[in-house]
């Protein structure tokens, strides 16, 4: 490192005149605690969180868990290279990871997963590979509530969702929410009804209200529709808790973990390609990715990109983010 560069080096703590190398930092992260690293993360997250309350009284506080897989790294051979996190829907912010073990699937990580995590007044939404009897249960009995895509895998319960919104004489008269909205020369079209009917009859756990989710696209200049599918899903919200409009912005703001998260993580910090695959080095690296971005966006970041590259060319700015003021005396 030049001359210039040695004040950084030594407000971080190191005492040589040079830098650590990279295979000192490969070795470094292959043996770091990857289960103390994502404790400290966690707690990080959480203050975060309660330092930034909603805006509104009663507003519902959407948690994401989806999973990703670090492809570079399992190409490799690293081990349990597929992750599961829980992403704030509000502030964009890795409330915790957990490492999938090999030849598993992301169920028993997110029993793992949610037991770490503060459930107490916040919705858990996932898609319909963790709509489980077992991870509903476990949600509501830690005070928590959940919004669960419910797909072929529960076949039952999807059977029973569909009659009851087929049948004209129970859905007459339900309350119901739409948004419509343009990008790229089309119009997107959603819609939610909910039904407390099977309240009841079906013994899924914790069960208040069911939900279905018309999706429309069309052509803006031909009206033609590209694009029509149906989705159903279960809640632990009663009525009183959560109205349509509400369920439809939980349903929505589930993705922002694929689009505010896993994509950021691929795009702009090209992990999809990385091959580190010694220890828990693979693991270490896709929390302090999820680190920077939740940092970034609470420091107002719109465009992660253009914050990482401002950042590295204003060391200073990156410092005081990370609560270490410039100081080189």
């Known amino acids: 490192m030049p001359k210039t560069g040695r004040p950084w080096l030594r407000r971080l703590g190191f005492t040589r005149a040079y830098g650590p190398s990279q295979p000192t930092l490969h070795r470094i992260f292959a043996g ?25 009284r009663g507003a519902l506080e959407g948690v994401a868990l989806d999973g990703k897989t670090l492809r570079g790294s399992r190409k490799r051979g690293a081990a349990d290279a597929h992750l599961l996190a829980a992403l704030s829907h509000r502030l964009g912010v890795v409330l915790g990871q957990a490492a999938v073990a090999d030849k598993t699937n992301e169920i028993g990580a997110a029993d793992e ?17 963790l709509a489980q009897r077992a991870l509903a249960q476990a949600i509501v009995a830690r005070g928590g509530d959940y919004l669960l895509v419910v797909k072929g895998n529960q076949p039952g319960l999807r059977a029973d969702i569909e009659l009851l919104f087929g049948d004209a004489t129970l859905t007459a008269g ?17 819609r939610l009804v909910a039904s407390p009917a099977l309240v009841g009859y079906s013994d899924w756990p914790g069960l208040a209200q069911v939900a279905r989710v018309e999706r429309r696209v069309v052509a803006k200049r031909t009206g033609a529709v590209l694009r029509q599918e149906t989705a159903y899903a279960v809640t632990s919200l009663a009525p009183g808790r959560a109205s349509p409009g509400q369920l439809l912005a939980l349903w929505r703001g589930h993705w922002a973990i694929e689009n505010r998260l896993h994509y950021v993580r691929d795009v702009t910090f090209d992990e999809d390609r990385a091959q580190v695959r010694a220890g828990t080095a693979p693991q270490c690296m896709a929390a302090f990715r999820n ?26 700015h990156a410092l005081a983010a990370l609560g270490l003021p410039r100081d080189f005396e």
Do not use: F
């Open 32 to 56: 770091v605690a990857y289960a103390a690293v994502e404790a400290a993360l966690r707690g990080w997250a959480e203050q975060a969180l309660r330092l930034c309350p909603p805006p509104g």
């Open 113 to 129: 997963l949610l037991l770490a995590l503060v459930l107490e007044g916040r919705v858990v939404t996932a898609d319909a590979l």
């Open 174 to 190: 339900l309350a119901a929410a739409e948004t419509v909205s343009q990008h790229s020369g089309r119009v997107e079209t959603r």
């Open 291 to 316: 680190l920077a971005i939740g940092l970034l966006r609470l420091l107002g970041a719109v465009n992660i990109a253009a914050a990482t590259r401002r950042y590295a060319a204003q060391p200073d």
